[in-house]
């Protein structure tokens, strides 16, 4: 959240601890906030 500004929410119901929710709707479904949200997490994921 601090460095991308972005916040991804757990899955619900059967799915809570499998899959993630990237919320990007109406203004926010822009290419530009696609290509951030596929930054921020190969950044995430190159830490792991």
Not at 4 to 14: E, S, W
Not at 26 to 48: F, M, R, Y
């Amino acid at each position: 959240m601090s460095k991308y500004g972005l916040g991804i929410g757990a899955g619900t119901g059967a799915y809570a601890v499998k899959i993630w929710r990237i919320g990007m709707m109406g203004p926010n479904a822009t290419e530009a906030n696609a290509h951030l949200i596929l930054a921020a997490l190969k950044d995430a994921l190159d830490d792991v």
